[in-house]
């Protein structure tokens, strides 16, 4: 049964219109995830936008009062807590592809255990953002645009560039 929702959510849900074309769009789309798939509270103030990849939506949990745009890719065991902030194409992996072994071609290699990643309460992802396996995004910090996370962040940090790194701490 859980297949069947997927794949309803995949062919249908995800490719309704943006809502700043008509808002009842996101309403749709945030009432199946929260009703059907169970991976977010019903809530009247979070925007769940279009092609939001999900993965297979089991290890997804998401807070209340979350707004995901355009075209996200979340892969696997992602916990993303309330008044989160998540700008178009960002992408939030949970495993990657193994290449130690220079002997294998990285295609036959399989891929990593999965690392669950953690967004805390009240975080601000930037447009194109990417989050590797494993990280840990405190409260109240700040992705800046492109940025690339390769280490876990502090609370209440601003973080910018490839790799991320402090530009500096939040005040007030």
């Known amino acids: 049964m859980h297949k069947l929702k997927l794949i309803i959510y995949y062919v249908l849900i995800q490719y309704l219109p943006h809502s700043r ?24 103030n979070s925007k769940f936008e279009y092609s939001i990849y999900v993965s297979d939506a089991k290890k997804l949990k998401i807070g209340k009062h979350v707004r995901i745009n355009e075209n996200v890719f979340l892969q696997g065991e992602i916990e993303i807590g309330d008044f989160v902030m998540i700008a178009p194409y960002v992408s939030i992996y949970t495993k990657t592809h193994n290449h130690s072994n220079k ?9 990593t255990n999965t690392q669950k990643v953690v967004i805390e ?16 995004i405190k409260e109240g910090s700040i992705i800046g645009a492109n940025s690339v996370v390769t280490k876990s962040i502090d609370a209440f940090s601003i973080m910018g560039g490839i790799p991320a790194k402090l530009i500096r701490k939040r005040q007030g």
């Open 121 to 136: 309460d009240n975080v601000w992802i930037g447009r194109n953002v990417t989050i590797l396996p494993g990280i840990k």
């Open 103 to 111: 002997d294998i071609p990285m295609v036959k290699s399989g891929v």
């Open 21 to 44: 074309v008509i808002r009842f769009f996101s309403v749709i789309r945030l009432w199946y995830v929260s009703k059907v798939l169970k991976i977010m509270p019903f809530d009247k």
